[in-house]
C-alpha cells in the first residue's frame, strides 16, 4: 500500500520565490496534517483538515503561508513569497478520525526546503 | 491542558546496552492514546506504537518494549540490547477526545536523539 506521498522531496529557492509543496494523503484517511520541523523549533504542527476542512490554522506562521485540500486526495501548502527562515523539512500526515478519537498519523518522507 | 514532556535530550549507550526513553504527559481526559514515533537520520517519522488509555498492559514487540501507568502519566519506551540502527530522535505523542477544536491533533514531546554507539 501506498503510503503518504509529498512532492518535491527537495526544494532550493531563492528568497521571494513562490513555494508550493504537495501531499497525498493515505487512501481512506480522513485527517491531513501539515508539520514544520527545524532544529530551533522542533516538529511544529502548521495546519490540519479534517474531511477537508481546515479544523486550526493556529500553527501557520504569517499570512505567507496557505494550505488547501481541494479534495480528499490531495493537498498543497503555499508559502508566497518565500524567506530565508523558511527553510525547514515539511511534512504532511494523515491518520483516521473516528468516534472523536484519532488514530496514529503516518508522515509522508518529508520535503527539505531551502531558501537562499 | 494537553502537554508531552521528555526530559531527556539526548541519550548514547553503548551497544548491547538496554536503554529507556521517558515520556510523561498531561491531559484531563479519562480517554486519549498515546504513541512512538521513531525518526531515523533519513528523516522520515515511523509510527512504532498507540496505546489506548484503558489499557495499561505492557507491551513488548521483539527488542522493544513499552511501560504505561496511568498513576505516574507515563509512557516510556525501552529498548533491551540496544544495536547501532536503534540510533534516532524518538517522539512520544498523545492524542485525546475530540473537544471540536482539537480534533485530529497529536501533542508532541520534542523529541530525545539517541544515540548508539559500536
Known amino acids: 500500500d501506498a503510503g503518504v506521498i509529498q512532492s518535491p522531496r527537495h526544494e532550493v529557492t531563492e528568497m521571494g520565490q513562490e513555494v508550493t509543496l504537495r501531499c497525498k494523503p493515505i487512501s481512506g484517511h480522513n485527517s491531513l496534517f501539515w508539520y514544520r520541523q527545524t532544529m530551533m523549533r522542533g516538529l511544529e504542527l502548521l495546519i490540519y483538515?479534517?474531511?477537508?476542512?481546515?479544523?486550526?490554522d493556529s500553527g501557520m506562521p504569517e499570512d505567507r503561508f496557505s494550505a488547501k485540500m481541494p479534495n480528499a486526495s490531495f493537498s498543497t501548502l503555499k508559502i508566497q513569497p518565500s524567506e530565508p527562515r523558511d527553510s525547514a523539512v515539511y511534512f504532511c500526515?494523515?491518520?483516521?478520525?473516528?468516534?472523536?478519537?484519532?488514530?496514529?498519523?503516518?508522515f509522508g518522507p518529508g520535503t527539505r526546503l531551502t531558501v537562499t | 491542558a494537553q502537554k508531552v514532556t521528555q526530559a531527556q535530550t539526548e541519550i548514547s549507550v553503548v551497544e548491547k546496552e538496554d536503554v529507556t526513553l521517558d515520556c510523561v504527559y498531561e491531559t484531563r481526559d479519562t480517554t486519549y492514546y498515546l504513541f512512538w514515533y521513531k525518526q531515523p537520520p533519513s528523516g522520515e517519522l515511523v509510527f512504532l506504537i498507540r496505546r489506548n488509555s484503558f489499557d495499561e498492559q505492557n507491551e513488548i514487540s521483539g527488542r522493544y518494549s513499552w511501560n504505561f501507568q496511568k498513576s505516574t502519566s507515563s509512557f516510556n519506551f525501552t529498548i533491551t540490547a540496544s544495536q547501532v540502527v536503534d540510533s534516532a530522535v524518538y517522539f512520544c505523542a498523545l492524542s485525546d477526545i475530540d473537544r471540536g477544536s482539537t480534533l485530529g491533533r497529536l501533542y508532541f514531546g520534542r523529541g530525545t536523539q539517541l544515540t548508539v554507539w559500536p
Open positions: 500526515a494523515s491518520s483516521l478520525t473516528r468516534h472523536r478519537l484519532n488514530y496514529e498519523q503516518y
Open positions: 483538515f479534517n474531511n477537508n476542512v481546515p479544523i486550526d
